[in-house]
Nanobody
Framework: VQLQASGGGLVQAGGSLRLSCAASGRTSSTYHVGWFRQAPGKERTFVAGISSDGQSTAYTGSVGGRFTISRDHAKNTVYLQMNTLKPEDTATYYC????????????WGQGTQVTVSS
């Protein structure tokens, strides 16, 4: 499975962005997908995840109610809609896929930078 993350950018606090994670590979729709982020000098942490069938989702506490993860099987793409962005959301965002859980990744995308200005 190969993953391509996109959609990052510079936005003012309170703004919105939608990240996309496009997957290639014949069995990519059978993988659980998670979004993770890493700020400078900090560890990479879990942000949101979605099960392979799209029926189960999870979010880290700081983004609940602001971020929404979804997937489009026809397009082999997982989205992360980010609303009401805060400066503390500034990080490089990565998507990852795994057969067992969305809390870790066996396959990783290249990352997309999100910068939120105050």
């Amino acid at each position: 499975v190969q993953l391509q993350a996109s959609g990052g950018g510079l936005v003012q606090a309170g703004g919105s962005l939608r990240l996309s994670c496009a997957a290639s590979g014949r069995t990519s729709s059978t993988y659980h997908v998670g979004w993770f982020r890493q700020a400078p000098g900090k560890e990479r942490t879990f942000v949101a995840g979605i099960s392979s069938d799209g029926q189960s989702t999870a979010y880290t506490g700081s983004v609940g109610g602001r971020f929404t993860i979804s997937r489009d099987h026809a397009k082999n793409t997982v989205y992360l809609q980010m609303n009401t962005l805060k400066p503390e959301d500034t990080a490089t965002y990565y998507c990852a896929a795994d057969r067992s859980t969305f809390y870790r990744g066996s396959y990783w995308g290249q990352g997309t930078q999100v910068t939120v200005s105050s």
